[in-house]
T-cell receptor, first 110, second 112 residues
């Protein structure tokens, strides 16, 4: 299984809502990532988890809260988002330099 | 901040022609990778080239790396309409191993 799965595929939420994005991989990779991608722009790194511990936080606002419950799962909890947070959120895992990306969750904040 | 810049920003060719995309970066790297993205969906890993390698091939793809010039190129030979996508280079720096930083990307359109 060389796949990273993400749910949901699409999400629409209001600025007062709380929602979560989920990511899963069963390749045994010990590094997992969240990226944010705005339209016609490259992906930008948000968080890196290594061996289930947060190793990099790219100065992301606290309304984004990552969680790594186990080595296969990565969540991104969303609360009090702003319309400018609307974007494609990509999860990835890696091992030995190769990165595998999920299909992304397209988020719209109203 | 983004590590790389890609050239051209957009490329339009006919089916059967070759497509060449270039990527420049600023800091020393561990490796450089190329990705394809269709219609704003997930990224597909195409090829990885390590800093001690100069050229790699995978099917119709050829990647070169010149660490002295801090640049890489991706050549797609005999292009097909299905190659239409955005292509990104991404680097893993020596000092931030595990952190993948993307260039601005090239939008490739292959006309049937």
């Amino acid at each position: 299984d060389t796949e990273v799965t993400q749910t949901p595929k699409h999400l629409v939420m209001g600025m007062t809502n709380k929602k979560s994005l989920k990511c899963e991989q069963h390749m045994g990779h010990r590094a997992m990532y969240w990226y944010k991608q705005k339209a016609k722009k490259p992906p930008e790194l948000m968080f890196v988890y290594s061996y289930e511990k947060l190793s990099i936080n790219e100065s992301v606002p606290s309304r984004f809260s990552p969680e790594c419950p186990n080595s296969s799962l990565l969540n991104l909890h969303l609360h009090a988002l702003q319309p400018e947070d609307s974007a494609l959120y990509l999860c990835a895992s890696s091992q030995e330099g190769g990165f595998y990306f999920g299909p992304g969750t397209r988020l719209l904040v109203l | 901040s983004q590590q790389g810049e890609e050239d051209p920003q957009a490329l339009s060719i006919q089916e059967g022609e070759n497509a060449t995309m270039n990527c420049s970066y600023k800091t020393s790297i561990n490796n450089l990778q190329w990705y394809r993205q269709n219609s704003g969906r997930g990224l597909v890993h195409l090829i990885l080239i390590r800093s001690n390698e100069r050229e790699k091939h995978s099917g119709r793809l050829r990647v070169t790396l010149d660490t002295s010039k801090k640049s890489s190129s991706l050549l797609i030979t005999a292009s097909r309409a299905a190659d239409t996508a955005s292509y990104f280079c991404a680097t893993v720096r020596l000092t931030s191993y595990g952190k993948l930083t993307f260039g601005q990307g090239t939008i490739l359109t292959v006309h049937p």
